[in-house]
């Protein structure tokens, strides 16, 4: 009896210790990465300024003119500084509502439009010394109450998409910036129509703004200049979609479509080839697949999709799922930075069960986009989806890579080289896609070998790598253009 209380002793002494020595391990990889945060920030600027005379080069060959970035984030900078009349100017100028608020929330002054834009009617409903989250939806008030703290307390700006009542619809999408001004003890809260008809799924039409990017939408709500409907005769119209990867870029010049099409037409001495970018931030294969009919009704000859990582950021949690107990034991170990900064990989679902849950959900949606093109006698070309290359990078890369996923993927379970893998199994199941339906594969992952000399994030790209992978799709499609372009576009299989 004695012997087995002593073993009942030392299980439970072994099991503290290790509960002790995991709990030191975790605390130490918290502050570690807390305290590195500041360098690796500071990597990847420099990274990015080391890239500066390629992008440079870019730059000048697609841009009509220099961009000029960040007009309208200078412009709310810059409020604080304006006496009241210029304030008026302002708001008159740009239709906009600006509400200077206290540190709690509290009004304490409005300049807004007049007229009846749901900006100028939001203004008007206003007063001084009540609460500003008190005029928003009840679901939207606490967020709006967190985004006022968090700009005064990082001294940066919080953007946010709130859907509110107005003048012509139960619901219009506004754009919500709360600018800090620390000095003054306030924040401006500048209010005016989102990009968003419908947010996250659906630009307005005829918008400009200028802040990360001098970003235009045409009278059918996608990024860049006007196209006809229905499409004139002997025109070859190529249509992107995707989410940010295909949307991005410091102009609409400067997107991989816009750099695609300069491509073709050069190249076939023609400006009978368009090429539209469908790209929606944050889109996933799902809203793809919900947004098809709009796709279609711009007449495509041939569509081309690069799209993958809004779904890893909405789905992964179910993919790596399966309701089992060492699914469901992987999972809860994987909430460890320390495990997940060091074990990733053993924490990933099999390979079996990633390739079952993503075929059955972005393969499939891919596969419904497919069918609907074919009906509509569009062909499809579908791309490998670029990440950065975890075994071919320094150290500083894969931190800096960690910190970027932690911030864009919330409550990950992944690092850098897990997300990687998940990457990888996706192409895979995109190669055997278009080997299966003859369809058109185009290489971008393989084209794009590197790390923060070609991304700034897990996916997005420098303008240097944009035109790589403008580059890589133009040589994929190329003797497809040509074929098309022999026969006509309307001679279509």
Known sequence: MKRFGRWIFFAAANLLWLGALAAGCEVYEVLH???????????GLQRGAETAQKNDEVIARYASAPPEIGLDV???????????????????ERHECVVLCDPVGRIRSVFAASGDSAAAQFGAALASGTELSASLPAHERADASAALRAALAGNAPQYREYVVPSPTSPEYALQFTFQPYVSQGEVGVFVRDSMWEVPWQRFRKNVHQNDAYDFHTNHLGFRGGDIEVPKPPGVFRILCIGGSTTAEGLTDELTYPAMLQRKLREHFHSDKIEVVNGGIFAATTGLERKRLGDYLAVQPDLLIHYNFVNDVTYQYALWASDNGLFSLLKNRLARSL???????????????????????????????????????????AICSFACPDVGHVPAEDIDYFNLRLDSMIAQSTLDIRGYAQVVETYNGLIRDLCRREQLIYVPVSEELRGGTELFTDICHLRPWAIERKAEAVFRAIRDHVSARLSTGPEQRP
């Open 74 to 92: 200078r412009a709310r900078e810059s409020f604080a500084a304006l006496d009241e009349p210029a304030r008026k100017a302002f708001v008159t």
């Open 33 to 43: 990465t807390r305290h590195e945060r500041p360098a690796v920030e500071a990597y």
């Open 338 to 380: 320390f495990l997940r900064h060091h074990f990733n990989m053993w924490l990933l679902p099999g390979r079996g069960t990633l390739e079952s849950a993503i075929g059955t959900s972005v393969v499939d949606n891919i596969r419904a986009i497919l069918e609907g093109a074919r009906t509509a006698k569009a062909e499809m």
